[in-house]
């Protein structure tokens, strides 16, 4: 099974921008989402990228997240500006779909504040 380790997250203002890293253990052959979890709330997808680079997002982040993967197809990022303090998160990558009953890892903080 593919491993995935999710980085690159902080605490960052209101405005600002950070970008997440996906490392997978080996090449991803199928589509990749990134997904949060926001305290007390659901967990919901927030972009995915096709194995031909095709792209999608949650209505809420369209226009200021960017989802992308390296050549090897090793690790994915996501690009997020204009953040606001509703995208404080924790931030985890999987498959798209992710697997059934899937274990979701520590995933990486992200955190809007001034």
């Known amino acids: 099974q593919v491993q995935f380790a999710e980085s690159g997250g902080g605490l960052v203002q209101p405005g600002g921008t950070l970008t997440l890293s996906c490392a997978a253990s080996?090449?991803?052959?199928?589509?990749m989402g990134w997904y949060r979890q926001a305290p007390g709330k659901q967990r919901e997808l927030v972009a995915t990228?096709?194995?031909?680079?095709?792209?999608t997002y949650t209505d809420s982040v369209k226009g200021r997240f960017t989802i992308s993967r390296d050549n090897a197809k090793t690790t994915v990022f996501l690009q997020m500006n204009s953040l606001k303090p509703e995208d404080t998160a924790v931030y985890y990558c999987?498959?798209?779909?992710?697997?059934?009953?899937?274990?979701w890892g520590q995933g990486t903080q992200v955190t809007v504040s001034s």
């Open positions: 999987a498959s798209y779909p992710p697997p059934y009953a899937y274990a």
């Open positions: 080996g090449s991803i052959f199928n589509a």
């Open positions: 990228i096709s194995t031909r680079g095709t792209t």
